[in-house]
């Protein structure tokens, strides 16, 4: 592979987006330790963000399309490969907080009196839904297509900015987007107690506008609507906390760690209460008075919007709505959705994202959340160094604006299959095509790292090239290698197809979204 001198890193970034190659390919150095052959390998990076490689994020993409179309009309049970397997079970977690299973706090199961009962049914095990026959003999088995909003946070333009930023409740538009997840898994796990059935879902979080998450959901199986909406209007998420209304404020800025005392003090060399400490305080309701009972820090609901559509398999709408489901999972949630150029964005909308972006960096995020000093309280499992405003979590960070968990939620007998498993599958795809075609496939397997030499040790020995490293190659030879590539497997399909045709597992064929002669990287 011959380079032009003159090929710039935007030339050769710019190439690889249009032929579909990655753009900041991972390098790896192989040694043969049979021949003593070294070569340099370039392995895709996987991003699942647009902004970060445009190619891995759309091939992405495309998988959770074929894992959603795969699983939303099942007319039979799926079977889990592995039982034991967690990945691909993208539930949420359904404890009441965050608490250690062994440190359950245990509070009343009463629920709360401003929302409506739910019907409670025992739950089969059954995931596949119901079959109505027309009066013409035909039979259906409809599935569902959900889509929830959160409640209004003040009025709104059309461009989804606050009308009046003052009277805008960005507080509560940024605990809500932090304890989204917990909202939704009760509102699954309330469908499933009063429809007697073991609901099935593939849900992506997306914002809205006004950058408040909403859900849209492909259910397997008809629901009635009004229990659908019954069932939104009674689920809701209780946040048991110390309180967070009051900051307390230090001469250094900070607590303090102190190391005789194992934990944060304050100016006064007091230390801190312990999370422990502080839940204890809640729960007993020390400061109320005779008769109030504690009350939560913060209480979620959904928005009244429900929208809910009937969905048939096969059909165009099923098509269009995988790919509507589908569509921003490669954008951030900061990210301007409908605005291909960010510097249009307007200086209110900045001033907007800036706001709730505030707001998210210093509300805690967890139990273990640095941001409890700010508060007055230790967070569980305190250790030295930790300092509010300063917590890992991406739920602070400005690209996600509370929203720290997956995107994309998917029950585990959805298809029976994990995300690899799928991945697998259009691999066997492009394989199965050149295998037809008498193609020799690349050297994918000759450098396969559980091949052996004759001394029963690994034949091949991979090691990472980091970037300045003396001998690293550049990030041109890097991208273009990895072009080079694209277009090899490429043209072998093209190839393939000609020869064969299609069959009728090709993913190609098969993804409205996806434009033929796109394959799916046969080793990916």
């Known amino acids: 592979m ?13 190439a690889a987006v249009l032929v579909g190659a990655c753009v900041r390919p991972i390098l790896s150095r192989v040694t043969d330790t049979t021949t003593g052959e070294v070569r340099t390998v370039t392995i895709a990076c996987g991003a699942t963000r647009e902004a970060v490689c445009p190619s891995c994020a759309e091939r992405a993409r495309r998988l959770r399309m074929q894992q959603c179309r795969e699983g939303w009309h099942l007319d039979t049970e799926p079977e889990l490969a592995d039982p034991d397997a967690t990945e691909g079970d ?14 359950r706090r245990v509070r009343s199961t009463r629920r709360r009196e401003d929302v409506p009962d739910l019907p409670r049914l025992p739950v089969s095990d059954h995931t596949v839904g119901r079959t109505f ?29 606050p009308v009046d930023p003052d009277r805008y409740d960005y507080r509560r538009a940024a605990l809500d987007a932090m304890h989204f997840p917990k909202l939704v898994d009760r509102f699954w796990q309330n469908l499933r107690r009063a429809t007697g059935y073991n609901v ?7 914002p809205q506008r006004r950058l408040a998450p909403h859900l849209h959901a492909a259910i397997r199986g008809a629901v009635p609507r009004k229990l659908i909406k019954q069932v939104t209007a009674a689920t809701y ?35 801190l209460p312990t999370w422990d400490e502080a839940m204890d305080y809640v729960d007993n309701g020390d400061g109320l008075d005779f008769g109030e009972e504690p009350q939560p ?42 605005i291909d150029d960010p510097n249009r964005i307007s200086a209110a909308r900045r001033a907007h994202i800036d706001r709730l972006a505030e707001e998210v960096r210093w509300l805690p995020c967890s139990p273990t959340c640095a941001n409890w000093l700010r508060y007055g309280t230790q967070p569980k499992n305190a250790r030295p160094g930790m300092e509010p405003g300063r917590c890992p979590s991406k739920a602070h960070d400005r690209d996600h604006l509370g929203l720290g968990g997956r995107r994309v939620l998917v029950s585990r007998k959805w298809t029976g299959k994990t995300l690899t498993e799928h991945r697998a599958d ?49 990030y041109v030879w890097a991208v273009a290698k990895s072009i080079e590539q694209r277009r090899r497997w490429r043209e072998q399909y093209d190839a393939a197809k000609q020869a064969t045709g299609p069959p009728s597992g090709d993913v190609s064929a098969t993804d409205p979204s996806s434009p033929e002669g796109t394959p799916p990287c046969p080793t990916t």
């Open 2 to 14: 011959v380079l032009g001198p003159a090929l710039s890193d935007e030339l050769v970034r710019g």
């Open 90 to 103: 993208d539930e949420t977690p359904t404890a009441d907080d965050e608490d250690d299973a062994t440190e």
């Open 133 to 161: 026959e027309a009066p013409d003999g035909k039979t259906y088995r409809p599935s569902m297509f959900l889509t929830l909003t959160m409640p209004s946070y003040g009025r709104v333009t059309d461009e989804g900015v």
């Open 200 to 206: 099935q879902y593939f849900a992506a979080v997306e």
């Open 237 to 271: 998420h209780q946040v048991w906390w110390p309180g967070i209304d009051h900051v307390h404020h230090y001469r250094d800025g900070r607590p303090a760690w102190d190391d005789e005392q194992g934990g944060y003090v304050d100016d006064g060399g007091w230390m």
């Open 297 to 338: 820090v913060h209480v979620l609901r959904f928005g009244v919007q429900v929208d809910l559509q009937g969905i048939l398999a096969g059909t165009p709408a099923a098509d269009r709505r995988v790919g509507y489901l589908t569509k921003y999972l490669t954008k951030s949630i900061s990210e301007p959705l409908d």
């Open 426 to 474: 259009r691999a066997a795809v492009v394989r199965a095509v050149l295998a037809e075609a008498g193609i020799e496939m690349d050297d994918h397997d000759q450098l396969s790292a559980t091949a052996t030499a004759p001394d029963g040790k690994p034949r091949y020995v991979w090691t990472p090239v980091r970037p300045g490293d003396p001998d690293a190659p550049s």
